[in-house]
């Protein structure tokens, strides 16, 4: 019998259902108008966009316009690039102008998709930004969908690291620019640490449309970006506090593997207490209990967790004598990120590797933040169903799944449950073996560089010929994406989240199309189309004839999202396919989440080795485990975000300050409003209210005003005088003040004044806000103990957040006040020496700034070894020579090739 809600479903559809339903109509005016578009000829689609820009600014609106120009975008990319838009494309391109998360399977031309609405956007002439993974898919996207802009009439940019800043200013200036999430926030950190307005890069935040919308929306999130400065060095006792942490026992400490935490129990804190007395680590009459031992007693706990919760090439590698920490959902490197809280140090510390100087933050904003600056933001991805109460309570994005152009054909799989991961391994190395001898292409995804190499020793073993890809990025990583679909290939990949490029029965045709128009620039895209899909076809039907792409998991992942993302790659655009998962008890997500029941059962049913359980059941007991993994999950950022809302709006509140000022000409009258403040709080503290003239603290007045804003003025004898309140002496204070600041820009030039407060209020602001930084991540370590006095540690948080920003304030208008009063001209020899101190200020902080977009995308460092060969790169083996197991690493770290790069090849 069905249930209400199932009929009503069958009757009026579902929500989705409707939400697509309602768009249909104008797709059918797009549709009417193709015949008028495709009858101009390449003048008339330009001439058509400066029309659209005219109407725009008569008040058009941009729901009005729609069908016109998604019509006008669709003829220029049909001509530009041979792509016709389907109409499944046409309604994820609408979606996504209204602000939605278009949920498309793969292979539904995501790509293509976003220059629909970002075309109808940028006739604003306000920029549009398309947000990438990474960079090669930054540049691949804009030279291949730039050439529908510049059919269009628009103009195109990319942001990558290490850019020009000139060059970076005019990619942002260009109506369309791609570029990934970690660029476009470390640039708004970057112009938000400027002086002068022209050195800005970003022109404002007005829409932005975010491919793998999960990836970098959920899973990034977690992670602030931070442009840091070096602070003391304390490597020696990380060395130190290391040596002791294996000769901690189990009894010593506990952990909790599904909150990934570690505490030492009682009897672990009394063996860390002797164990510290005798290492001098720790004072003969003091305990770790004192308040004196919170800084070892935070390196001990940090040592713990870098040695219980952190497993060398699962969590991070170790890669040139650096931690480098691997993506969790993307399985790829991370370079330049680092642990916060000298958890990278004790880890640096275990590994025996430089222990480099822990950081002090000089700016930081985490994505949710700064994605929440846009006025409007759209995503695509393949997979975001199962996280939109997410999207919708954090972003205020709805999620719409868009109906594939074709039907799907592929077939999922039971999950298969073996008892062991032996026997698991067993039965994978069979089931691909299988589907290689037939042709089959197969994807096998693992969960961790480990298990891909395990696995990948394996099928040496078994004589089948494979392509590994974990933690490499870019060109190789998109070639062998491209080829995991040819006749009997056989890809192993460590998470296939946000890979950018699609896997296309008998390879794929656009990479072959973009590559030979690379190589040859005045061929026709129709005609080169024409050639590579006529070679391809052959091979395509006998990967059909196998029976489409095979995508084996070995493992279930905490999220059902990332294990969706796996299953999605096969069975695309219609095509057949297959998806299996294969399980063991000994899986993390199996072991932690309630394996011990299973294991009775298949016990009691008397299961044989080699032998897997497989039912509809165990698939839904599964997905349930995953669900509380999520939701657990969701509480954790959303906690997150509540502690970082604070900081954030204190951030906005700087940063817009900071704007205004350099956008003001004369910032006289803000450091008059501030000095006058600073006047009424110390008559305020010396002369309180009232109270009679002999209560005055008279001398006290007359001190603190000479410290802080220069005056000698008599204050005692005005005290004394008849009939002189606190107000006759703020006025004359007030008017001293003003006087002597005239005084002061006289001798300087007004000019120069006007000059000299403005950097000296941004140096100021800057300097504050650093230090504001500092304290609210000290506050941040410790009011969760607030909770232990029944207390919310937020509402506590948020209470000391606003009084520290009141202090920081406060503090702000005294120190400018006090530096404008004891400024004086300079000597010649003064100034040289002052100008070659702010230049080199200057050049520490633009290499600060500089340095951490260039290692979150994997640029080497200033002190990387040097490579043993000409044109080493990283991320490309073809450059790498061909050195034995044995033979030193041509990346010149000095270690064996089998003990460097060779590990990941």
């Known amino acids: ?85 389907f109409d499944t494309q046409l309604i994820g391109g609408i979606f996504l102008h209204q602000g939605n998360i278009s949920e498309m399977k793969t292979g539904e031309g995501k790509t293509l998709v976003a220059t629909l609405p970002a075309y109808l956007n940028a006739l604003t002439g306000r920029g549009v930004h398309i947000v990438t993974v990474n960079d090669y898919l930054a540049r691949r996207d804009s030279e291949w969908m730039g050439k529908v802009y510049a059919q269009l009439g628009l103009t195109t940019g990319v942001v990558v690291p290490m850019q020009p800043d000139e060059e970076k200013r005019a990619a942002y200036a260009a109506d369309v ?23 800005l890069s970003q022109r404002g935040h007005y829409f932005a449309i975010v491919d793998e919308v999960d990836s970098i929306l959920i899973d990034e999130a977690r992670t602030p970006l931070i442009i840091s400065g070096p602070s003391e060095d304390k490597s020696d006792l990380y060395v130190k506090v290391n040596a002791l942490i294996p000769r901690v026992s189990e009894d010593h400490y506990a952990l909790d593997e599904k909150t990934r935490s570690v505490t030492f129990t009682d009897e672990g804190n009394e063996f860390l207490e002797e164990l510290l007395l005798a290492e001098g680590l720790l004072p003969e009459d003091q305990s770790l209990y004192d308040p004196e031992s919170t800084t070892l007693v935070h390196h001990v706990n940090q040592g713990l967790r870098a040695h219980k919760l952190f497993t060398k090439d699962q969590q991070y590698i170790v890669r040139g004598g650096e931690v480098v920490l691997v993506d969790e959902f993307t399985g790829r490197m991370t370079p330049g990120r680092r642990l916060s809280d000298g958890l990278h140090q004790a880890i640096e510390a275990k590994e025996g590797v430089e222990i480099k ?43 719409v799944e868009i109906p594939t152009n074709k039907p799907i054909a592929r077939e999922d799989e039971h999950d298969q449950i073996y008892r062991t991961a032996e026997e698991k391994f067993v039965a994978i190395v069979k089931t691909i ?58 890809t192993i990949a460590t998470n296939m989240a946000g890979r950018g490029t699609d896997i296309q029965l008998g390879g794929n045709v656009e990479l072959k199309v973009l590559q030979a128009l690379a190589e040859d620039p005045d061929a026709h895209p129709d005609e080169v189309r024409a050639r590579i899909e006529a070679e391809h076809a052959d091979e395509k039907e ?42 063991s008890l000994e899986d993390d997500l199996m072991r932690i989440f309630g394996s011990e029941r299973l294991d009775k059962v298949l016990s009691s049913l008397g299961m044989k080795e080699g032998e897997a359980i497989i039912h509809p059941w165990v698939n839904k007991s599964l997905e349930k485990a995953q669900a509380k993994v999520e939701g657990r999950n ?75 804003l220069g005056l000698d003025e008599d204050v005692v004898a005005w005290g004394a005088e008849e009939g002189v309140d606190d107000e006759v002496i703020r006025e004359r204070l007030t008017k001293a003040s003003d006087e002597f600041m005239a005084a002061k820009a006289a001798q300087f030039g007004v000019e120069n004044m006007r000059r000299i407060e403005k950097q000296l209020l941004l140096q100021t602001i800057d300097g504050k806000w650093r230090d504001h930084l500092l304290t609210l991540e000290h506050l941040r370590s410790v009011v969760g103990f607030r909770g232990y006095a029944q207390r919310d540690p937020l509402n506590e948080y948020k209470t000391e957040g606003f009084q520290l920003f009141g202090s920081l304030l406060d503090s702000l208008r005294t120190e400018v006040s006090e530096k404008l009063a004891q400024i004086r001209p300079l000597s010649e ?77």
């Open 542 to 583: 006998k990967v059909l004839a196998a029976g489409g792409l095979f995508v084996l998991a070995t493992e279930r992942h905490e999220s059902r999202r990332i294990d969706n993302q796996l299953r999605g790659r096969s069975g695309r655009q219609g095509d057949p396919g297959r998806s299996s998962f294969f399980l």
């Open 634 to 708: 969701f509480d954790i950022r959303k906690q997150l975000l509540k502690f970082d809302d604070v900081m954030n709006d204190q951030r906005k509140t700087i940063f817009s300050q900071r704007m205004e000022i350099m956008e003001a000409e004369d910032v006289s009258e803000i450091t008059r409003d501030m000095r006058h403040q600073v006047i009424d709080d110390l008559v305020d503290a010396y002369i309180p209210e009232r109270s009679y003239a002999d209560q005055w603290d008279t001398e006290g007045l007359k001190q603190a005003v000479l410290d802080k």
């Open 433 to 490: 073996g299988e589907a290689h001898a037939k042709g089959q292409p197969v994807l096998v995804g693992t969960t961790s560089i480990d298990k891909s190499e395990y696995l990948s020793s394996l099928l040496k073993e078994a004589g089948i010929p494979h392509n590994v890809l974990n933690a490499r990025q870019h060109e190789q990583e998109a070639q062998i994406v491209a080829d995991a679909g040819k006749l009997g290939a056989v």
């Open 1 to 85: 019998m069905l249930g209400i809600g199932t009929v009503a479903k069958k009757v009026f559809g579902t929500p989705n259902d409707r939400k697509v339903k309602s768009v249909r109509s104008t797709v059918a005016k797009i549709n009417a108008l193709e015949p008028e578009f495709q009858a101009l000829d390449d003048a008339g689609l330009i001439a058509k966009t400066e029309e659209f820009k005219q109407r725009i600014a008569d008040g058009e609106s941009l729901d009005d316009l729609l069908p016109e120009a998604f019509a006008n975008a669709r003829e220029g990319a049909r001509r530009a690039l041979g792509l016709r838009a």
């Open 829 to 905: 020899e003064e100034q040289r020496a002052m100008l070659e101190q702010i230049a080199a200020q200057q050049a520490a902080m633009a290499k600060a700034a500089e340095g951490a977009s260039a290692a979150a995308a994997g640029a080497p460092s200033p002190d990387a070894p040097t490579p043993l060969i000409d044109g080493f790169k990283e991320d490309d083996p073809t450059t790498w020579g061909n050195p034995g197991r044995n033979d030193p690493c041509p990346c010149g770290s000095g270690k064996k090739f089998k003990h460097c790069h060779g590990r990941y090849t």
């Open 177 to 199: 620019t791609y570029a990934t999430n970690n660029e476009l926030g470390f640039d708004y950190l970057r112009d938000n640490m400027r002086s002068e307005l022209d050195q």
């Open 357 to 399: 100087s822990e950081n002090v933050t000089l700016a930081s904003v985490t994505f949710q933040n700064y994605f929440r600056l846009y006025e409007k933001l759209a995503g695509m991805t393949g997979t975001a169903v199962t996280e939109a109460e997410e999207f919708a309570e954090i972003y205020g994005l709805g999620v």
